[in-house]
């Protein structure tokens, strides 16, 4: 069955760029998504890209998609102690069935 | 804000009981998508409903049941509750058409004593 893998945890500091990256297995996803998770919230749509496209431009969130090596990541710029939260990568596959990661815990010191 | 409503917010049952959980989907969407996250299976997807119709069905137990309405709301049943039944339970909803975006609600809070 398909497999979405990514690192429990990711701490930077206020001002840099995070890069949270996100693997997976099946090879009919359709579209690829980042979605947030904030404590004791719901998950908040964040960015997506379809799978023919290897990289999408979203303010200051980029999405970078490697098709070969089903490898995507999220980078956020200048990132803030209010990205602090819960990131999940999600593919879709031809049958809108989202598969989630485990989710990477991203913490942002001041 | 979604657009997805979920209510209750938290529910506290005891173990054998039955619940109802109640989900409003997006103005003008047509699918409804149950899902549960633990703490030890994180997000999984439960079941799909299109229009009224079960569409997809993932890894739900037969103690669990849904279904969706006319207007389009949706209900997640659980019945005989055990204490690994506690989680958070997400509806989602998306419109139907070709990009099929889900949006999530804020989510039900189950704990089962």
């Known amino acids: 069955g398909e497999d979405v893998e990514q690192s429990l945890f990711l701490s930077v500091r206020e001002g840099d760029s995070s890069v949270i990256n996100c693997t997976y297995t099946?090879?009919?996803?359709?579209?690829l998504y980042w979605y947030k998770q904030e404590p004791g919230a719901g998950l908040q749509l964040l960015t997506y890209i379809f799978s023919n496209m290897d990289m999408k431009q979203d303010q200051r969130l980029t999405v970078l998609l490697n098709k070969k090596d089903k490898h995507l990541s999220l980078r956020i710029a200048d990132t803030q102690t209010g990205d602090s939260a819960i990131y999940f990568c999600a593919e879709r596959d031809a049958g809108n069935m989202l598969t989630f990661g485990g989710g990477t815990r991203l913490m942002v010191k001041p | 804000d979604s657009g997805v409503t979920q209510t209750p917010k938290h529910l506290i049952t005891a173990t054998g009981q039955r619940v109802t959980l109640r989900c409003s989907p997006r103005?003008?969407?047509?699918?409804v998508y149950w899902y549960q996250q633990s703490l030890d299976q994180g997000l999984q997807f439960l079941i799909q409903?299109?229009?009224?119709?079960?569409?997809a069905k993932g890894n739900i137990l037969e103690r669990f049941s849904a279904q969706q309405f006319p207007d389009l709301h949706s209900e997640l049943n659980l019945s005989s509750l055990e204490l690994g039944d506690s989680a958070l339970y997400f509806c989602a909803s998306s419109g139907g058409n070709y990009q099929e975006t889900q949006y999530f609600g804020p989510g039900t809070r189950l704990l089962v004593l």
């Open positions: 099946d090879s009919s996803s359709t579209y």
């Open positions: 103005s003008g969407d047509l699918s």
């Open positions: 409903y299109y229009n009224g119709e079960e569409r």
